[in-house]
């Protein structure tokens, strides 16, 4: 093989050689020179591009090794929250007022769509597909980071069998299961329950929810708010490798979700629910609670709106003619709602007249239905054209004569006044456990000097002794000062957690009553009883107490004191007129003799007190005093 | 010239025998296991898949070994005849091609392949030709011609349309040519005219080359898209660190985040499991395999051995830059396989037929000076 080879080569060398001349040939010592020139070049440009080539990957290498090393990692690996069941929320008998259900969303993985058009089409036949429907499949569509699109959020397993009927007109739709808030009777607790929405950035900056890694629920409002940290537990997580489809390749790493605690309210659902059905059409607020240890048994602020409306994605039209609704069903007057107290004003500052030691129970003022204040044209006029009459602070009191009170309070003064009503808790919050409470207000001089800039006129203190001005309290505030009456200064912070629960391990912890214990001193019990007394009279006087024309109720007797608010109030209707509303108030506590509850009703626009507010505060005393032998909590 | 003797050194009597010179056939054989065990990596253990390339780099060898075996002399008697015959495929290509994106392959029934990949050694080998019985440095007719016999093919590459070979193919020409003795005066002259042409060139592109070219200079503008491949490549060189992420350990390439792991994208899949220890080594190969092409061509006795070895070897180190400068971002994504290592047919055949020719001019000089 080789010597043919050979002899090929050198015959073919021959065949060269005779074709061309040798002289062509013989400045080949000159070529190979040149050549070894240019292939040094290329030897130094090989060598220099190697080196350079080198140098760039060191840096990519080895350099930015850290770097990349962390993209690597954040492409490969997906952390999968795996979120925490929520506690669930009892009364105080045990009922639910909150728990979770299962519900699914109606997905589609994206890869499955081929074509955009003929799946809208195909949808259309299976669901009802309105505007928004499919401005968020669009929206989902076009974010490249989503792998699949929700097309509906919870349904239930019904509503999907009846799409699963003609599913085979479009196979690649799924259900993905997840679990959803629901609330029970949820226009009825609304207020004081609150509920639950996605993670928002207002809840991320806030300091009183504790945020964990992966929650995509939080509490909002109301309870469910406030009790946030302990009802949402703590979401766990797979820590998932996926390729770059996203596909999952294997979980590297789970970690359990910890299980909300349950919680159990002081609420007496019953109750609540009694209260609600009888209010619903009107607007106001209505407070039990119990005075010996601040349980609050019912919080009711009306009109309440559905709670299960926020859970799944409300619409924005729904929100809007929620946030438009004249009787504003949004707001929580129990705790954020302040009203002039009007007469229900009167015993505080007739127990402050009598401490201060203005007047004792034998003061006679006389009514003559108005008074005359200085050099003030027009005279204060009582709500009784004829005037009461001669009346000392028990009469007063119970026939609710304004010219008493408008002499109690000029000579109190509004130094004084203001001073010691703090101490029945006006003027700041009661500290239950919902925030966003207003603290009402107590007007004084620095007050009114510091926001509108004006002196303080001695008629203004007269408004104040009545209940009127610039004097505003909330009705959980007027709750809370009704059972320091009651209780004989003896008051609790009122709240609605009566303990929790955890669902795991059984460990209950029950709310210290004993730690927020707060005694009002009263220099004389004496002073008390009048006032008490005169409470009494107010609804079991007959023909002279202001609330005493109801019917009674058997076997026991309250106590209360009416009370109607004059408030001029800038109509926000397209008019902008001024319109006089009336609220009527009603405070109460039964029964007399060992006050068990503070009732506290307050409707706007209601008329007079004894009229709107005190037949409710007493159809609410007749109901718990008659369920009260059922009413076991669970802690109790 | 006695240093073409070399007895002592190890294979020479195989190597004699054979006409192959061991110092370019073990760097080969060392780059070809790297790609095997690379390929077997990334593809998540795809022994079918390894098994096939293995194939393809026997075929290539024994086509190496054949090819060295011919007369240089022979090679310059057919390269005429083959060159003309890849031109007519190319046409052929054009006409009644089949694949995707490009119309690059031939389907001729038993086997499929791409006569641009042949182009990559014919044009070298027609310019080594040309030259061969002309006086150098040459004539300016002469250099004309020899562009004429590159740009031919490069514009029907460049129909097909496959931007990345016809660039190549326009390179390895280039070499041949600069190699043959042309002035650098020329030279310079003839790189201003091709720059005065770019717009045209850029007119005539499609919209997914004008895209790949956009992307490489604004990478981030499209992190979706073309400008994905070459991130996610730099992620993976990048996390694989100085030793690499581990044999069967690269997240990048394994997950699919690499795109073309197998093929263009080898080097990447590679350097992220061996780390820039393993890079050191691969690039080290190819080094040496330019420089040991070099020095055959600079020990060449005449003008085709020198000009064809110069060209082929300077053209298989051109290919490496223009890869490895693919996936860490120094050129725009082409689409040019990493020579002996990526996975495919051609490109594996007509690579180890170039050495087989660089091979054949070095054995059959010693044999002659004996």
């Known amino acids: 093989m080789k010597t043919k080879a050979r002899k090929d080569s050198i015959r073919k060398r021959k065949n060269i ?40 990957l060191y840096r990519v290498q080895v350099s930015d090794h850290e770097y990349y090393s962390v993209k690597s990692d954040s492409n490969r690996i997906r952390i999968r929250p795996i979120q925490a069941t929520r506690g669930i929320i009892y009364d105080r008998k045990g009922s639910i007022l909150a728990d979770n259900i299962s519900t699914f969303n109606l997905i589609v993985k994206k890869e499955l769509i081929k074509d955009k058009k003929d799946f809208l089409k195909k949808l259309g036949l299976l669901v009802n597909l309105d505007k928004n429907i499919i401005e968020s499949i669009e929206k989902q569509y076009k974010n490249r980071r989503l792998k699949d699109i929700t097309i509906i959020e919870d349904i239930t397993l019904d509503d999907y069998s009846k799409i699963a009927v003609d599913q085979y007109i479009l196979p690649i739709i799924e259900l993905s299961p997840k679990s959803k808030r629901r609330y029970n009777f949820p226009e009825s607790i609304s207020h004081l329950m609150g509920y639950v929405g996605k993670v928002s950035n207002n809840d991320l900056d806030s300091s009183v929810v504790k945020i964990h890694e992966g929650m995509t629920e939080i509490g909002k409002l109301g309870v469910e708010r406030f009790y946030q940290n302990i009802l949402s537990g703590q979401p766990g997580f797979e820590k998932l490798e996926t390729d770059a489809k996203g596909e999952v390749i294997r979980i590297l790493e789970t970690k359990e979700p910890i299980r909300g605690r349950d919680v159990v309210l002081t609420i007496d659902l019953e109750l609540q629910n009694f209260i609600y059905e009888k209010v619903k059409k009107k607007e106001g607020a209505v407070i039990v609670m119990n005075p010996n240890n601040g349980d609050v048994l019912a919080f009711v602020s009306f009109p309440g709106y559905d709670l299960n409306l926020f859970t799944k994605s409300i619409s924005n039209q729904q929100y809007t003619d929620l946030l438009n609704d004249i009787r504003r069903p949004l707001i929580n007057r129990a705790t954020t ?39 003030h044209k027009r005279p204060f006029r009582c709500w009784k054209k004829d005037g009461h009459g001669d009346a000392n602070l028990s009469y007063a009191l119970t026939q609710s004569c304004d010219v008493f009170f408008y002499r109690v309070a000029e000579l109190t003064g509004i130094d004084s006044i203001s001073e010691h009503l703090y101490k029945y808790g006006f003027g700041e919050r009661t500290y239950i456990d919902l925030y966003g409470e207003k603290s009402g207000l107590i007007p004084d001089r620095k007050w009114k000097l510091k926001t509108k800039a004006l002196p303080w006129y001695p008629g203004e203190t007269l408004n104040v002794g009545i209940g009127q001005g610039y004097f505003l309290a909330t009705p959980m505030q007027l709750t809370l000062a009704t059972a320091s009456l009651a209780t004989n200064g003896e008051t609790y912070t009122p709240h609605l957690l009566l303990g929790d629960k955890n669902n795991k391990t059984n460990e209950i912890s029950v709310y210290k009553h004993k730690n927020n214990k707060f005694s009002t001193l009263f220099k004389h019990p004496d002073y008390l009883e009048i006032v008490k007394h005169a409470m009494w009279r107010v609804v079991n006087e007959k023909r002279v107490g202001t609330a005493s024309s109801m019917k009674k109720i058997r076997n026991i007797e309250f106590a209360g004191k009416t009370g109607t608010a004059q408030v001029y109030n800038l109509d926000k209707g397209k008019t902008g007129t001024k319109r006089l509303q009336d609220h009527a108030l009603f405070i109460s506590y039964a029964p007399f003799e060992l006050p068990e509850i503070v009732v506290t009703v307050v409707v706007e626009n209601g008329g007079g007190g004894s009229a709107t507010a005190a037949p409710i505060a007493r159809d609410i005393i007749e109901y718990y005093m008659d369920k009260k032998s059922t009413s076991v909590s669970m802690y109790e | 010239m006695s240093d073409f003797i070399d007895t002592k050194k190890p294979f020479s009597g195989l190597s004699a025998l054979l006409y192959i010179d061991a110092k370019l056939v073990i760097p080969i054989m060392i780059i070809t296991l790297i790609g095997l065990v690379t390929i077997f990596s990334s593809s998540s253990g795809d022994l079918n898949l390894v098994l096939k390339q293995l194939t393809r780099i026997m075929i290539g060898i024994i086509t190496m070994i054949l090819i060295a075996q011919v007369n240089p002399d022979n090679l310059k008697l057919f390269a005429p005849i083959l060159y003309l015959f890849t031109v007519f495929l190319l046409a052929l290509v054009l006409l009644f091609g089949v694949g995707n994106t490009a119309d690059r392959w031939l389907d001729l029934y038993i086997i499929r392949f791409q006569p641009s990949e042949l182009m990559k050694i014919l044009v070298p080998l ?56 042309m002035s650098f005066r020329f030279f310079l002259a003839g790189v201003f005219s091709a720059a005065s042409l770019i717009p045209i060139l850029w007119l005539s592109m499609h919209q997914y080359q004008k895209q790949r070219v956009l992307t490489f ?36 390439s394994k997950l699919g985040f690499v795109p073309e792991r197998s093929t263009d994208f080898i080097f990447t899949a590679f350097g992220e499991e061996f780390g820039y220890l393993g890079v050191i080594i691969l690039m080290s190969m190819y080094l040496f395999i330019a420089l040991r092409g070099l020095s055959i061509s600079i020990k060449a ?69 004996k």
Request: charged share 15%; hydrophobic share 45%.
């Open chain 1, 17 to 56: 050689e005779e074709k061309y001349s040798w002289d062509r040939l013989s400045d080949s010592d000159h070529e190979r020179k040149s050549h070894k020139a240019r292939a040094l070049i290329a030897t130094v440009i090989v060598i220099s591009l190697f080196l350079l080539y080198m140098v760039k």
């Open chain 1, 337 to 375: 709602g302040q009203y002039p107290p009007g007469s229900t004003l009167k015993p505080f500052i007739g127990m402050i007249a009598l401490e201060q030691g203005i007047i004792d129970a034998n003061k006679h003022v006389n009514c003559d239905g108005a008074y005359e204040l200085g050099n």
């Open chain 2, 126 to 181: 027609m310019l080594a030709t040309f030259y061969a019985d002309k006086p150098l440095p040459p004539k300016v007719t002469y250099i004309l011609i020899a562009i004429l016999i590159v740009l031919i093919p490069v514009f029907m590459i460049m129909r097909q349309p496959d931007l990345g070979t016809a660039l190549l193919i326009g390179m390895s020409g280039a070499i041949a040519i600069l190699l043959a003795g």
């Open chain 2, 217 to 252: 200079f604004n990478p981030e503008s499209d992190p979706m898209g073309s400008g994905y491949q070459l991130m996610q490549s730099k992620i993976a060189l990048g996390s694989g660190g100085f030793f690499g992420k581990g044999f069967f350990n690269g997240s990048q």
């Open chain 2, 301 to 369: 006795t005449d003008n085709f051995g020198r000009i064809l070895t110069g060209a082929l070897s300077l053209t298989i180190f051109v290919y490496v830059l223009v890869n490895v400068g693919m996936v860490i971002g120094f050129l725009p994504v082409v689409g040019a396989p990493l020579p002996f290592m990526s996975y495919g047919g051609t490109s594996m055949v007509t690579l180890f037929a170039t050495i087989g020719m660089i091979m054949s001019v070095k054995s059959h000089q010693r044999i002659l000076r």
